[in-house]
């Protein structure tokens, strides 16, 4: 297997180097820019498997170089940021990032979830080239298209964001069992994480309120308290389209 080529965009040049020199040591290819002019130039004459993205940046902001990243390409893409606010991380994953680290950090937690996200990525393509006679699955007035990453109600198109549609795959894949925060957390990001971080319980909000759900023991996706979540299955003749891919 190839050496993953990591793109470093940081303004600072301290952060930089250390970054890349480490990366190398540990046999990946890395190299760096300053920011999304140099990023840019960089990106038309190379191949980048994961880029480790800077928040604040002089000229076009990390944001916005995430989501036009992701228009693009399915490029991996690692946030950096020294502001450690919940709602900064939630934004982030939000416009197309996979993963994201506060400074200060550890270089091997960096290494590591750099290396997660690398298997997300490589489960992801093995899915798109294994053959799949059925591709959707329905619940209720619901219906999840895997090939089209869509869901609908009744014929109506709910959209959803790549996270909040990777967890609530996640939820499906295990009908009627209870899921806790970590479980659902390292399945969806191949970490553990803080006991303070409430991004799942965000991301779960935002898909039961775009489902027309709520929070109660009859919600399609049930809050188990103190513990986590769990998908309620319907009984229903429409799970006969379910996906053998789930």
Known sequence: MSPLKILIVDD?????ELIQLYLQEQGLIADSVEDAVTMDIWLS?????IIILDLMLPGEDGLSIA????AQSSVGILMLSARSEDIDRIVGLEVGADDYLSKPFNPRELLARIRALSRRQSQVQMNKIEPQVKNAYCFGPFCIDFTAHTLTK???TIPLTHSEYELLKILLKHP???LSRDTLMIELQGYEHSPYDRSIDVCISRIR?????????QSLIETI???GYRFNAPDSKQNARESTSL
């Open 12 to 16: 600072d040049p301290g952060i930089r």
């Open 209 to 217: 309120r775009k489902m027309g759900e709520n929070s109660s023991s």
């Open 225 to 227: 308290r103190s513990v």
């Open 154 to 156: 009744n014929d109506r």
């Open 176 to 178: 009627n069992q209870v």
């Open 67 to 70: 989501r036009r990243l992701r």
């Open 45 to 49: 004459q190379n191949h980048a498997d």
